[in-house]
T-cell receptor, first 112, second 116 residues
Framework: GESVGLHLPTLSVQEGDNSIINCAYS??????FIWYKQESGKGPQFIID?????DKRQGQRVTVLLNKTVKHLSLQIAATQPGDSAVYFC???????????FGAGTTVTVRA | GAGVSQSPRYKVAKRGQDVALRCDPI?????LFWYQQALGQGPEFLTY????????KSGLPSDRFFAERPEGSVSTLKIQRTQQEDSAVYLC??????????????FGPGTRLTVL
C-alpha cells in the first residue's frame, strides 16, 4: 500500500491497495479531530472522528490514528476504491473552542 | 434524510453588487456554521449560530459580511459591495447540539461565488 510519513499534497494509489494520509497539527490544546472527504463540487463529507482520549478508532474501511506526542494524525483507507478519489482534510478543534481548523488537504487519486 | 442544502449553488456578481446566500440546515440542528473556502484551500470559519443567536462572528473578514438566522433554522449570509477577493465557495454546516458538545458538523454542498 501507499504510505507517507509527512503530509504530501497529493497521493496516487493503486486500486485495491491500502492508503495512508497524514496530517500534522500545531495546537497542543486540540482535543477533537475529524477527517473529511471532499469530492469536486461538493461540500466536505464526514468520514471519522477521534477525541484526544483515544489513539485509534476504526470505521468501515477506515482507521484514524492519533499521536499526541508528535501532534500527528493519520487516516488509513483499506482496499482503496475508485470512489475514494477526492481531497481529504483533517480538522481539529481545541477544548476551549468549536471552530474547526482545517489542514491543507491531500488529493487522493486511485489508479485502476 | 435530507442533509444541509444551500442556494444558489453558483452565483456570479459584478463587483459592488450585494449578494445573499441561503442555508437550510438539517431539521432540528441547534448549531449552524458558515465557512469560506478559497480555491485549493481548506474551509475557514466565518461565523457561528446557536439557534437564532449569533455567538461568534470573529471570522467575518469585514463589515461587508453579515449573517442572520432569525428563527433558528434557515440562515442567510449577505455580502455587501462584493469585491473580487470575496470569490470563494461559501459552506454552511450544522450540528445537532450546541457547539460546546463537539458534535460532528455536517456540511452542505456550498455556494460558489464569483465576483467579476
Amino acid at each position: 500500500g501507499e504510505s507517507v510519513g509527512l503530509h504530501l499534497p497529493t497521493l496516487s494509489v493503486q486500486e485495491g491497495d491500502n492508503s495512508i494520509i497524514n496530517c500534522a497539527y500545531s495546537n497542543s490544546a486540540s482535543d477533537y479531530f475529524i477527517w473529511y472527504k471532499q469530492e469536486s463540487g461538493k461540500g466536505p463529507q464526514f468520514i471519522i472522528d477521534i477525541r484526544s482520549n483515544m489513539d485509534k478508532r476504526q470505521g468501515q474501511r477506515v482507521t484514524v490514528l492519533l499521536n499526541k506526542t508528535v501532534k500527528h494524525l493519520s487516516l488509513q483507507i483499506a482496499a482503496t476504491q475508485p470512489g475514494d478519489s477526492a481531497v481529504y482534510f483533517c480538522a481539529e478543534t481545541p477544548g476551549y473552542d468549536y471552530k474547526l481548523s482545517f489542514g491543507a488537504g491531500t488529493t487522493v487519486t486511485v489508479r485502476a | 434524510g435530507a442533509g444541509v442544502s444551500q442556494s444558489p449553488r453558483y452565483k456570479v456578481a459584478k463587483r459592488g453588487q450585494d449578494v445573499a446566500l441561503r442555508c437550510d440546515p438539517i431539521s432540528g440542528h441547534v448549531s449552524l456554521f458558515w465557512y469560506q473556502q478559497a480555491l485549493g484551500q481548506g474551509p475557514e470559519f466565518l461565523t457561528y449560530f446557536q439557534n437564532e443567536a449569533q455567538l461568534d462572528k470573529s471570522g467575518l473578514p469585514s463589515d461587508r459580511f453579515f449573517a442572520e438566522r432569525p428563527e433558528g433554522s434557515v440562515s442567510t449570509l449577505k455580502i455587501q459591495r462584493t469585491q473580487q477577493e470575496d470569490s470563494a465557495v461559501y459552506l454552511c454546516a450544522s450540528s445537532p447540539t450546541s457547539a460546546g458538545r463537539k458534535d460532528t458538523q455536517y456540511f452542505g454542498p456550498g455556494t460558489r461565488l464569483t465576483v467579476l
